[in-house]
């Protein structure tokens, strides 16, 4: 399931072998770009990233012509695009005492404790984290594995209800930490998901929990899927709009 910015589809990310830098002008505004050339990429993916930059997947052969006049073509959308990631990362907690962090459906204050042993301990709307460094990279890395752990929990419960539900059994369930990805489901049954969900309102990690699981039936976006999603989740459209808006990269 990939995030912002196109159709929810499961695809195979391949590695991009190299790169290059550069800027194009539009509407008097110049905006910087990176383009990855990809092998057996067949077109142009275009993608507001977290450094300010638009980053574009092409075909190994296209040149750099080629794919500064696809960015120009949609300029009106790569502007708008980028004002979201900047208004994105100004959203972002500070990882500071008294900051607010995302919990599903709600909100907690975080709580810095200076102390020998590091803990994470939620206690009512608290996120209490002690520690001896409580400087704001560590206590990102400390916040990072209780997300983690939070997120097995919760999605481990959620898949067997779910499953349940839909009369589906998934094997394996991994917790990952995908960059331009919500969820995905293997042929052989094993679903991966992000535990930046834990970051969203409950209703759209729902939404991806049982996307996963209908392709356990469905390995595919037929018409058949898509029914099969709307038996549990009759808004699906709604709540793929809404998680349209929500980048992983950008929420922690």
């Known amino acids: 399931m990939a995030a912002a910015g196109g159709d929810i589809v499961r695809h195979t990310l391949v590695k991009a072998v190299r790169h290059s830098d550069g800027q ?8 910087a770009y990176r383009l990855f050339r990809v092998p057996r990429r067949k077109h142009i993916q275009l993608l507001a990233a977290g450094d300010g930059r638009m980053h574009m997947r092409a075909p190994h052969r296209c040149t750099r012509a080629q794919a500064e006049a696809v960015l120009v073509q949609h ?11 900047q208004i994105a990362l100004r959203r972002r907690p500070s990882f500071r005492d008294g ?11 975080l709580r810095l404790l200076e102390s020998p042993q590091r803990e994470v301990r ?16 560590r206590v990102r890395s400390t916040l990072d594995a209780w997300y983690r752990a939070e997120a097995r929990a919760e999605f481990g ?4 209800r779910l499953g349940a539900l839909l009369g589906v059994s998934p094997g394996r369930l ?22 930046r969900l834990m970051l969203l309102p409950q209703p759209l990690s729902e939404y991806v929990t049982i996307h ?18 709307a038996t549990q989740v009759p808004d699906w459209r709604e709540r793929r709009d809404q998680l349209r808006a929500y980048e992983p990269s950008l929420l922690f």
């Open 75 to 85: 300029g009106g959308w790569a502007l708008k695009a980028l004002e979201r990631v």
């Open 24 to 31: 194009v002008l539009i509407r008097g505004r110049a905006i």
């Open 212 to 229: 996963e699981l209908c392709h356990l039936r469905h390995l595919n976006h037929s018409r058949a899927f898509w029914d099969m999603v």
């Open 122 to 137: 939620r206690v009512g709307r608290e996120l209490r984290v002690t520690g001896p460094d409580l400087g704001v990279e």
């Open 99 to 109: 900051c607010e962090l995302p919990f599903l459906d709600a909100r907690l204050r």
């Open 174 to 195: 991994s917790i990952r930490s995908q960059k331009a990805r919500w969820g995905s489901c293997s042929w052989r049954g094993d679903i991966s998901l992000n535990w």
């Open 157 to 160: 419960g959620q898949l067997e």
